[in-house]
């Protein structure tokens, strides 16, 4: 009799309704949850680090077109070299470069070599115009050289990283371009 009763207690044990989760579960779930949240927190750390390179280039670019309109109003441009500091930004400095150089614009054009006497359907008096103003007798083999100062302006700046040498991590924003020189 003792048998049977310990047996129907065991049964009734078994056959009872579980109320809440079993720890396995509970630790699978805090898990899931765990992974989760950590994934959210990289991917909001990621928009917050991406913002602040934003605003960096953004500065950046603000910065190299003040430089470019102060070179752009000069009155008389020549080859030049420039660099130093920003004034009001710790670690940020220019470069310019002022290059006199030939530019021929058939290359400028992209065409693969062709001559604009094949651009534009034959010879033609435009390109006899464009070759006398330049002073230049291989206007149909070049598309014309024209005189121009090539303009760069890089602006660097610091990422507010470190290296493994404990240097700061700079980034460099670099715009060109080209000014007709007036002979």
Known sequence: MKRTAR???????????????TILEMVLAIGI??????????????????K??????????????IKMAQIDSA??????????????????KFTTIIKDEN??????SGKGGKKPEDLLGGNSAQN?????????????ATGGLINVFHIYVTIEY????????????????????FKARMN
């Open 7 to 21: 047996a129907n207690s065991k049964k009734k044990f078994f056959r009872r309704r579980r109320s809440g989760f």
């Open 33 to 50: 949850a765990s992974a989760w949240l950590a994934y959210v927190l990289m991917t909001v750390a990621e928009g917050v680090r991406l």
């Open 52 to 65: 602040k390179f934003a605003a960096l280039q953004m500065e950046a670019t603000h910065l190299a077109k």
């Open 75 to 92: 009155t008389i441009l020549q080859e030049d070299t420039t660099s130093g500091e920003i004034p009001g930004y710790k670690d940020w």
């Open 103 to 108: 530019l021929d614009l058939l290359k400028l």
């Open 128 to 140: 006899d115009l464009i070759a006398k103003r330049t002073g230049n007798n291989q206007g149909s």
């Open 158 to 177: 610091p990422t507010g990283g470190r290296d493994q040498q404990g240097n700061l991590v700079k980034e460099q924003y670099t715009v060109e371009t």
